[in-house]
């Protein structure tokens, strides 16, 4: 496992609309995710979460404050390096999947390496054996509308981490799902971080939020409180000391 | 947990002895509750006696001594099973208290009480999640228990999200006049007495 910072954000506001209207999204975020690690954000809608990943992922800009993937500042770079960074760097998983309909599954995980300009051949490879690695290999073939909401999520994982990203954001990226299938897919996450890969994910429900190392709590655009290391999971099962 | 109903069900699969009935046990509720050995050998004596089980008249109680189920242990065990249990929390849930006492005392802020709450609930589901992320998949008995717990904690985490909106779109002002007890909140908890 490589260590290091995958993600860091330093002192990051966003303000959207000016004057009366002004509203603050995000302020005065500070937020450093290592390599392997799991981090979730927790709030309430409106609290600036989704705002806060979709700026971790470079699809939109902060109104001030810096924001580090793999030690490259954004703010410092030209509009091809970010795409570029986007297409390599970065997986993202959304809570409706994503897919394109017109796509087979090794269709849709092989398309970000072909715009990132890898033969079809070579990232159809690669793409199977994503869809291997999440015991998909039988629906390669298959098209989106063919299969069910937790494989049309395990596909949109394997096209999130094929490659060599070190970053994953997910938004709320088991929505519909039933908790056991939802259960799968934070499995899958945590074994993304055993490979060296920083997941952030973004959630209202405290259960997926207990998969991560570290769950940091927004409220209006703040960030007002954390979760501390997580304890040996021992004392739980030792009678008489849960709390 | 009833160790009585426990006995009763693994005895349905057929007789065993009081050793193997303990470690059965233990095995099947993922050794969450550990059991002393007396509590065992003291259930079944009772089991007996009511009739629930017999004994293969063995000398003394203990590891070596074979039980099997009879048939009013059956239906009790098929009664128990679709026993509802008792839903309704008690009265006075201490987290609820505390929010409510919070909200009354001047220079408290209620959501900083709240969150100190949520954060606690979150990193003690954190916990019980890791201990799932480790174990096997294949154990269902701790899957099943550590499922039970995490959903009750996510319910509570659930009460306090819903608190903390009802609150925020609430003018402060309003907030105290709107616990001080009324007719209505009398009528409340006489109807939620009879609810039990």
Known sequence: MTSGRALSIEQVSKVYGEGPTEVHALQDIDLGVNRGEMVAIMGPSGSGKSTLLTIAGSLEDPSSGSVFVDGSELGAMTRNQRAQLRRRSIGYVFQDFNLLPGLTAAENVALPLELDGINARKARKVALGALDDLDLEHRAAHFPDDMSGGECQRVAIARAIVGDRHLLLADEPTGALDSINGEGVMRLLRASCQRGVAVVIVTHEAHLASWADRVVFLRDGRMVDQTGTPPGPESLLAPGTTR | ?196
């Open chain 2, 1 to 196: 947990m009833s160790v009585r109903h426990a006995l009763l069900a693994l005895l349905s699969e057929g007789p065993k002895y009081g050793l193997q009935l303990r470690q059965e046990f233990e095995a099947g509720t993922g050794e969450v509750w550990p059991l002393n050995v007396g509590q065992v050998y003291t259930t079944l004596q009772r089991l007996e006696r009511d009739g629930l089980v017999e004994s293969d008249g063995g000398e003394a109680d203990g590891p070596q001594k074979g039980y099997r189920i009879t048939e009013s242990g059956g239906r009790e065990l098929d009664e128990w099973l679709r026993t509802p249990p008792d839903l309704v929390p008690p009265p006075r849930d201490e987290l609820v208290i505390k929010v409510l006492v919070a909200l009354r005392i001047p220079g408290i802020d209620v959501h900083d009480v709240i969150q100190v709450h949520r954060r606690h609930l979150v990193e003690t589901m954190q916990r019980f999640t890791h201990v799932k992320s480790e174990a096997d998949e294949g154990d269902l008995g701790l899957a099943l228990v550590v499922d039970a717990e995490l959903f009750r904690f996510e319910a509570i985490v659930r009460w306090l999200d819903a608190t903390d909106s009802r609150l925020k779109r609430m003018p402060e002002a309003a907030r105290t006049a709107a616990i001080t007890p009324t007719p209505a909140a009398g009528r409340l908890g006489r109807k939620l007495g009879a609810l039990r």
